[in-house]
């Protein structure tokens, strides 16, 4: 946990706040807003920057953080041990549904990896066939 007490409340759990959209699928969260709850029960957003203790109200929008974040850190760094510095260390830290999901699309992509190797094999062939034809040297080989 980064962040201690806000307004003199102890902070007792803080937790990554998901963005609106996925990066090829995969769940992606801000690197510079975490979630906290308070020991009133109060739950806040709270800006990750070093030095910064701005925070709103969980009820209000994400997007007020963020505007914050633009307005008066357009490059700050995020405060080491953040929520969301980075994935878990270990799939033993993800839920089983969540890993899961990650094989099913680790699966898909393997496949149209493969689907996409064999086009790319052929093209070449056919650009070879084409550059033997071209040159005069169809059945050379």
Request: aromatic share 4%.
């Amino acid at each position: 946990m980064t962040v201690l007490a806000v307004n003199g409340v102890a902070v007792i759990a803080e937790k990554p706040v998901p963005m609106r959209h996925s990066f090829k699928g995969l769940p992606q969260n801000f690197r510079r807003i975490a979630k906290l709850l308070l020991a009133n029960g109060d739950e806040v957003f709270a800006c990750l920057v070093d030095g910064c203790e701005y925070t709103s109200p969980a009820d209000q929008p994400v997007e007020r953080v963020m505007q914050h974040l633009g307005k008066a850190h357009p490059e700050g760094k995020v405060r080491r041990g953040a929520a969301d510095a980075g994935p878990p260390a270990d799939l033993r830290d993800l839920p089983l549904r969540e890993v899961y999901r990650l094989a099913q699309l680790g699966l898909q992509a393997s496949t149209k990896i493969a689907e996409w190797r064999g086009r790319a094999v052929a093209a070449e062939k056919r650009l070879e066939d084409g550059r033997r034809a071209f040159l005069g040297e169809a059945g050379t080989k």
